[in-house]
């Protein structure tokens, strides 16, 4: 057994069963936490004109008769099992949702890290060759902006100008996917992907900007430098590969979130990714729909993080020897 | 860069590229008609798609107005809520008002193909008033004690006694008449009315798209092929899609919006005022507020107009309890039509708090634009009159449940009003209405005031009852009345033919065309 248990492999699925554990328990509580059910979701203020035998039809309609431990594993059986639940909202599978909605959200995702990396890293890079000089204060200036500015006033004020001045709405078209038409999918995609993009290119542009001061202080840099390596190999190669760590850990990270759903982004730009799904749950206590989504995002995020740390090992040697 | 790292980001994008080309539609596509019929398109941008496809339980905006265009009712309203025939041709109350005989239409068909008849209106009337499918219209049916069909085309309702109310009660689309063989699980997913239109296509979470029902009976056909509503969560964002040209109709509720739709020249605006109404409902059940002279000092501390004007731009109009056009309070008519704090502080004093009291109200975030604004402004008014208001600011979910279970003093809230007064208040102000316990107040005389309004079919003698309805409720003031507000209907200059409605219906999306 503690063989087993020393075999690293096995040590991290463990935990991975765990954290995914815990979070069913802590969304199912939270869910049942809050006030209200489907039932008053549903019929809102005329809930209180039910009489106790329509109420107890409505309960049993949508499974609130049972004890709250009987459908925790009820439900949880079910998972395993492949079945995620039914949204009676939108008359279908939470499985079937979340397989349109998890690509959409991913495809967002990839976007505006792509973005937030080409934004960030050379920002960075810039800001880091000459500390304290414009050229690092115009860098400062964007990341905090990145920072600081709420993506809900970009997202509206882009969609505003762009529809206004210029008529360009592709969101407002009705949502495509990159299968069904390639070309307005993506200009569906982009104003959202530059608002989350630039929102993540800020801490990317920091951790660039500290991880190559830092590295550029060190020996190895000196020695390539005096060994006459040219400023951009010895910048590209030396410098910004070994700087690559944190940055990848940042850019995991924020990649982990992004699959979250960015939830105001997504309602702005009616883009229907995990992050609608999930909130449409919780407006409508749609337990199973919450649930299921939520579990699926937390294994995503397992997965980038197990991801990020197998990046380390190919682009730090270091790493490897270890 | 080692190669192992570009090969890595590499991978990455072609898995993202392979899983979301794995998603070959947007959604799973519900589809029972052709679409894209002659006459042209319209889409509508709406904030949310329909929570339920099954009209005897929808109670959500776009829910209601999808189903109205897809169901049929016995009767309906016109576009002055004057109740006109629907699916029965005509209807007669027997001399004691104990019986309703209604005459339906004959060659009306559902959207499948299968005839119309009184056996559909008996199973659905039946079914609508069994406590076991939890329709939200049952208790409009109280009065109806048997409901028979006698012919293919008639059907009699026997009454436990004169109600008025009841052709009114009928034409909502919580009274859709259904095929006697649908259920609920198949209507959910296939909805099946008589109605202007059928279901075409539904993207869940996206779009509903309705196409015309060629076989609807009446006179006038549907002028566009198809009608999508095409969910865009963010009302600024469905202005944005309207100046863009990819939405063409859409109703907003906040001023702010409808303010900005308009500064941008393409699209018009037209208001409509709406039956529902902004009011602060107190309980009369609780503390203080027990004492009616408590509840008039607080009606007498609030000037409306400067709730309507700080809370909603001044969009609205002050209203008294009734709000229906037939039935109109006049709020001139109230204890206090204008504000009057020395008022205030004389019913204070008859309640023996001439040192002020204090009032717990809950407040509802996100349910609607204005409720936040207005609490703020009738804390600051009431201050003024030794009456403290404490706010309690809830999620909306957090304001629906408290309020069902009438756990407040006081609260802030967004009331739907109806066109008939019987359906807006006897549920709410008599001794038996089923939301009494809401409300808080019931009294002999509003019990004898709403019994005789619903036995009276006069509608002079009608109108004059209400109008004592009316003056009781203010004179005993178990709510405070404050305004009705606008809703906002944006059209693209391609779209002719939209009446909107003061019940906020989209039913006239049948004779509406685009060029």
Known sequence: MRRILANRAVRRVASTIGTLFGVAVFVFVMLRAIPGDQITAGLGTEAAALTPAQRVALEQYYGLDQSPVTQFFSWLGNMLTGNFGYSARSQQGVLEMTLHSLPVTFELAVFSIVLALLLGVPLGMLSASRTNSPRDAFGQVVSLAGLSVPAFLLATTLLSIFAASFGFNPNGQGFATLAEDPLLNLQQMFLPALVLGFGIAAPILRTTRTAVLEVRSEDFVRTARAKGVPPRRLQVRHVLGNALVPIVTMTGLQFGYLLGGAVVVEQIFSVPGVGRQVLLGIQQKEYAVVQSTVLVIALAFVLVNLLTDMLYRIIDPRVRAS | MPRGALSAIGAAAVLSIALTSCS??????????????????????????????????ATQFTAVNVLQNIYGTLTEFDKDLNVVPGLAESWQTSEDGKK???????????????????????????????????????????????????????????????????????????????????????????????????????????????????????????????????????????????????????????????????????????????????????????????????????????????????????????????????????PAQRPCPSRDLAKAAEYLGKAGKSGGVTVKAIVSQGEYATSVNEAQNLKAQLAEAKITLDLEVLESGAFVDRWVAADFDAAVALNGGRPDPDGSYARYFTSKGNLNKVAGYSSPELDKLFAEGKATTDPAARKAIYEKVSAELEANAPWIWLFTSYTYTGTTSNVSGFVPMVSGSLQYLRTTSVA
């Not at chain 2, 052709?34 to 329909?50: E, I």
């Not at chain 2, 409306?304 to 056009?325: F, M, N, Y």
Request: one cysteine or more; hydrophobic letters at 40%; charged letters at 20%.
């Open chain 2, 24 to 57: 070959s539609s947007s959604g799973p596509v519900t589809s029972t008609g052709a679409t894209g019929k002659s006459g042209g398109a319209l889409v509508v941008g709406v904030t949310s798609d329909p929570d339920t496809l099954f009209p005897w339980k």
């Open chain 2, 100 to 330: 309703l005989t209604l005459t339906l239409r004959k060659g009306v068909t559902f959207g499948d193909g299968s005839a119309f008849d009184s056996k559909d209106v008996k199973a659905s009337l039946e079914k609508i008033m069994d406590e076991k499918t939890a329709a939200v219209a049952r208790a409009s049916l109280a009065s109806v004690k048997s409901v028979e069909a006698p012919d293919e085309s008639t059907v009699v309702l026997e009454l436990t006694g004169p109600d008025a109310a009841l052709p009114a009660n009928l034409a909502t689309v919580n009274m859709a008449m259904l095929s006697s063989d649908d259920t609920e699980e198949k209507l959910n997913a296939t909805p099946n009315g008589t109605g202007p239109f059928t279901l075409g296509k539904r993207v869940p979470s996206q779009s509903l798209t309705l196409a015309r029902n060629d076989k609807y009976w009446g006179a006038e056909k549907p002028k566009v092929g198809s009608v999508e509503f095409r969910v865009i969560p963010d009302e600024s964002s469905i202005v944005s899609a309207m100046q863009s040209g990819n939405v063409q109709l859409a109703v907003f509720n906040d001023p702010l919006v409808a303010q900005t739709a308009q500064g941008g020249g393409t699209i018009t605006v037209t208001k409509t005022p709406q039956l529902s109404y902004h009011a602060l409902q107190l309980n009369a059940q609780h503390g203080d507020l027990k004492d009616v002279n408590v509840r008039l000092a607080i009606q007498c501390a609030i000037d409306r107009k400067q709730v309507l004007d700080t809370a909603a731009l001044g969009e609205g109009e002050v209203t008294g309890p009734i709000t229906a056009p037939a039935f109109k309070s006049d």
